[in-house]
């Protein structure tokens, strides 16, 4: 998603930056200027500054870079305010990509920031629920361990018993002795 608001803002900015590049020439093709006052090879006196906002897009490729014009006020040569214009779009790139970087940094934080607090939360529900598995072996640890000690000190009067039992004491001993065994192994020992 990332990507393709990059993507989308490049455009954009390419666009605006070609827009405000073509728009500042300024040409009379573009503003409906009165033929009276669109410069002719007649109305042009050498060593005149040609007024930029007067001139077609045509007569202001056809000037040498070296020919003086006037913008807004000022004499300059057409290389002079191609380079200006040049360098004043070369900014505004530079301007629209840090300003770009930033935002991407920004978002990339906020979705850092949004996954690390997903994270959190899933460790802290995974955590719960092995506290509470935890507590609950805990628990029945604590009640086998009691019920494993009742069987020992069973098995233990039940060996004590059988060596002064009779025949069938010993019969009803080992018995017994079956059934704790069976109760030991469901305890899982």
Do not use: C, W
Not at 99 to 118: H, T, V
Not at 126 to 136: I, P
């Amino acid at each position: 998603m990332i990507h393709t608001k990059k993507i989308i803002n490049l455009i954009s900015i390419f666009f605006l930056l070609g827009f405000v590049f073509q728009t500042s020439y300024s040409f009379a093709a573009e503003r409906i200027i009165p033929k009276e006052q669109l410069l002719t090879p007649e109305r042009i006196t050498r060593g005149q500054a040609l007024p930029l906002e007067k001139m077609t897009k045509e007569q202001f490729q056809a000037l040498p870079d070296t020919a003086v014009i006037d913008f807004k006020g000022r004499q300059i040569t057409k290389g002079q305010y191609i380079s200006e214009m040049k360098q004043k779009a070369k900014q505004d790139l530079e301007k629209a990509r840090a300003e770009l970087n930033r935002k991407a940094q920004a978002d990339f934080e906020a979705a850092r920031a949004k996954f690390l607090q997903g994270e959190k939360a899933k460790l802290e529900a995974h955590n719960a629920k092995v506290s509470a598995e935890f507590e609950r072996l805990r628990q029945k640890g604590t009640e086998s361990s009691s019920r494993l000690l009742s069987i020992q000190n069973e098995a233990n009067q039940l060996s004590i018993r059988s060596r002064t039992a009779s025949p069938s004491e010993k019969a009803q001993i080992e018995k017994r002795a079956g059934e704790l065994l069976q109760q030991i192994k469901q305890l899982g020992y």
